[in-house]
């Protein structure tokens, strides 16, 4: 089952602050994080591991919380750099250990 | 992280014809994904292909549709047979990273259209 990400839309002057969040019914393994420009393949951006781990780099960081099957993305300090469209990826290990169920997306646009 | 291309990177089509896209991967890797994501939508998985097995295909992609070959670890393809416009979408690979952490890289794409 897909993932449900929200909010589905998001607009930002450059500095602002955002965050994305992700939502499964089903126990994770683990969650992967996509940023996507028009006209491009989706781009790595994290990876959360089961455990409830929070990662982050640069302005970028991420939380896992396992018991709510839900993850979070928080972008700080926003860039003209960081528009395009956000993708949860979902692995619920296993048999399905690399398969990932992306959510429907979260289009990010940040204006000067 | 792996370096991974697609040929082509794009290509119209006639409708009742065939495309094979191919994606190649700068090392070795284990497990090989193929994603389709339609115009405006999300990335939805079609097949697994690991070297030495056979692909395995999630709910409503078929083999005799998405036939898919992978001999060996740096190399697969992916058909689209006997297309219809509904086929009109990006076809990506993907490679899981063979690091501790699972992670999986996408390459470049491949664009198509059916007329």
């Known amino acids: 089952q897909q993932p449900v990400q929200s909010p589905q839309a998001v607009i930002l002057r450059e500095g602002e602050d955002a965050v994305i969040n992700c939502s499964s019914s089903?126990?994770?393994?683990?969650v992967h994080w996509y940023r996507q420009k028009h006209g491009e393949a989706p781009v790595f951006l994290m990876i959360?591991?089961?455990?409830?781990e929070q990662k982050g780099h640069d302005k970028i960081s991420a939380s896992f919380n396992e018991k709510k099957q839900q993850s979070s993305l928080y972008l700080t300090a926003s860039q003209l750099s960081y528009s395009g469209t956000y993708f949860c990826g979902t692995d619920a290990g296993g048999t399905s250990y690399g398969k990932l169920t992306f959510g429907q997306g979260t289009i990010l646009t940040v204006h000067p | 992280s792996a370096v991974i291309s697609q040929k082509p990177s794009r290509d119209i089509c006639q409708r009742g014809t065939s495309l094979t896209i191919q994606c190649q991967v700068d090392?070795?890797?284990?497990?090989m994904f193929w994603y389709r994501q339609q115009p405006g939508q999300s990335l939805t998985l079609i097949a697994t292909a690991n070297q030495g097995s056979e692909a395995t295909y999630e709910s409503g992609f078929v083999i005799d549709k998405f036939p898919i070959s992978r001999p060996n670890l740096t190399f697969s393809t992916l058909t689209v047979s006997n297309m219809s416009p509904e086929d009109s979408s990006i076809y990506l690979c993907s490679v899981e990273g063979g690091s501790a952490e699972d992670t999986q890289y996408f390459g470049p794409g491949t664009r198509l259209t059916v007329l």
């Open positions: 089903k126990a994770l393994y683990s």
């Open positions: 090392s070795q890797v284990t497990m």
């Open positions: 959360l591991l089961k455990g409830g």
